[in-house]
């Protein structure tokens, strides 16, 4: 082409040429230039999400915090309520030793008022015997006139 030009031949071609490359490198530029902007758009709004990214991995790790604290207060009472169950079943384990104890004074007792019983009727046997004797020899000398 540079010796077409050099010769003087027709040059239209040539222009058309030009003017045609010329549309095409500022269609490329335009297209350039959008992409840049969506480029800067994107980058914006990567900066955006990365942001709130953020954000939410600082929310994150304050819930998490609050659930160890939470956690730890569980455990804090879980223990507390193990060391109340083990006080309750050494409390139910005195209970059942004085019931036991309570259940053999109540044996003993009512062995006791048995054999109280028991003393009084014999000792009441001998009264009740002496006492009709004396009303027998009662009525006997009621009766000899």
Not at 40 to 67: P, S
């Amino acid at each position: 082409m540079t010796a077409d030009l050099v010769d003087g031949e027709d040059l239209e071609p040539l222009r058309h040429e030009i003017l045609r490359l010329r549309d095409q490198a500022l269609g490329a530029e335009a297209e350039n230039e959008h992409l840049r902007e969506r480029i800067a758009n994107q980058d914006d709004r990567i900066a955006e999400l990365e942001d709130r990214v953020g954000e939410r991995d600082t929310r994150i790790e304050e819930w998490k915090d609050r659930v160890g604290e939470r956690d730890t207060r569980i455990a804090e009472r879980d223990e507390r309520i193990a060391d109340q169950n083990t006080r309750i079943a050494e409390r139910d384990t005195r209970m059942a030793e004085k019931d036991r104890r309570i259940a053999q004074g109540e044996t003993r007792i009512a062995e006791l008022e048995d054999e109280n019983r028991r003393l009084h009727e014999d000792l009441a046997r001998p009264a009740i015997i002496r006492l009709a004797r004396r009303i027998v020899r009662g009525s006997r000398k009621n009766e000899q006139p």
